[in-house]
């Protein structure tokens, strides 16, 4: 059937793929139209497929998963969901940075043997998860090129006081274009910079070290009654929300477990900018599932805010820049690139 969920399996174990193949063919709405063994196959099958989801394993002959990931999504933009055994407790950390660098949407263990009394439930787990990740529209996820500094005519920065903001949200797709943006910014940026980025739990503080071992600016996560200051990059941690109050100090606000959506929430944050900073912020929206975000996008907008939305060519995920396109809660669409032009020519007029 054509409406069938094409699925690939890049897995180079001859056992571990034909459970796979067992596993996703057992659901009337999938089909497996191909296997392979390694990324440069996998890659030859994904162009002549045009399958709706890949999923990946990790140890393979040749480049590894994570590296034929990255390959993939520049060449053939497909989503990606990896299945492999290799985490464990020690390297779960190691592994949640590789997974954020790649631009994979989800990683899933590999399922135990039919016999196994979890294998029924992983099972559903892995059938549930394609469905789900293949409705996800995913593009071209191009290298990293120079920065020219010369901005295009259209997209005229604001001056700003020194008690101004850079609030940017973003989720799936989001830690490498958040690493690139901050990559592409000098030591001594005049703004802070806070960032939401939906994250686990007990990956966030992995985020902010990998960042700030990355890229010049000083990257910490934002503690409770933290002042906010300037060439400073503070990120959201995980299962809380997070607000800056009227004397510039942050609030984390634990959320009932009932009401926990999303956390950190974009709009929250965002909400907050709007009642602290007004007219005096920039508000940017990056790649990412769902709509979060977009509501409060529109709010800083209507305050006054310079508003930027990623492009739909740049994002891994265009969600919620699209949700945001669809209020008009944007003054700019940008690409990643056109978004660290934009902040390096607002520096410039930091007063």
């Not at 059937?1 to 067992?22: A, C, G, Q, Y």
């Not at 990255?70 to 464990?88: D, E, N």
């Not at 660098?101 to 990683?107: K, N, R, S, T």
């Not at 599932?289 to 492009?311: C, F, S």
């Amino acid at each position: 059937m054509d409406n069938k969920i094409k699925v690939i399996i890049v897995e180079d174990s001859i056992v571990k793929r034909e459970l796979l193949s067992h596993i996703l063919n057992s659901d009337p709405d999938i089909e497996v139209v191909a296997t392979a063994s390694d990324g440069e196959s996998a890659i030859k099958y994904i162009l002549k497929k045009k399958p709706d989801i890949v999923t990946m394993d990790i140890n393979m002959p040749g480049m590894n998963g994570f590296e034929a990931t990255k390959l993939i999504l520049q060449k053939c933009p497909t989503p990606i969901v990896i299945i492999s055994s290799i985490r464990t407790d020690k390297n779960k950390g190691k592994v949640a940075k590789a997974m954020m660098e790649c631009g994979a949407l989800q990683f899933l263990d590999t399922p135990p043997g039919p016999w196994h009394p979890g294998f029924d439930a992983a099972s559903k787990n892995i059938v549930r998860s394609v469905k789900l990740m293949s409705q996800i529209k995913v593009f071209t996820r191009r290298g990293i090129s120079p920065i020219v500094t010369k901005l295009h005519k259209t997209f005229k920065s604001p001056a700003l006081p020194e008690r101004a903001i850079v609030a940017i949200g973003a989720s799936t797709g989001g830690p490498p274009v958040i690493k690139e943006i901050l990559n592409g910014l000098p030591a001594d940026f005049n703004l802070p910079i806070v960032i939401v980025q939906h994250i686990s739990s007990g990956f966030d503080s992995l985020f902010a070290h990998s960042l700030d071992a990355a890229c010049g600016l000083k990257v910490k996560l934002a503690q409770d009654r933290e002042l906010v200051e300037p060439s400073t990059v503070y990120i959201a941690p995980a299962g809380c929300n997070l607000k800056i109050d009227n004397s510039y100090r942050f609030i984390l606000l634990s959320v009932p477990d009932g009401y926990k959506k999303i956390t950190p929430s974009i709009d929250c944050f965002f909400n907050s900018v709007s009642n602290v900073y007004s007219q005096f912020s920039i508000g940017i929206l990056l790649t990412g599932m769902g709509d979060d975000g977009a509501r409060e996008l529109k709010n800083m907008k209507d305050q006054g805010a310079v508003t930027i939305i990623q492009d739909e060519a740049s994002s891994v995920v265009y969600g919620m820049p699209r949700e945001a396109k669809a209020r008009n809660a944007q003054k700019f669409i940008m690409s990643s690139k056109e978004i660290i032009k934009f902040l390096l020519d607002v520096n410039s007029k930091v007063k």
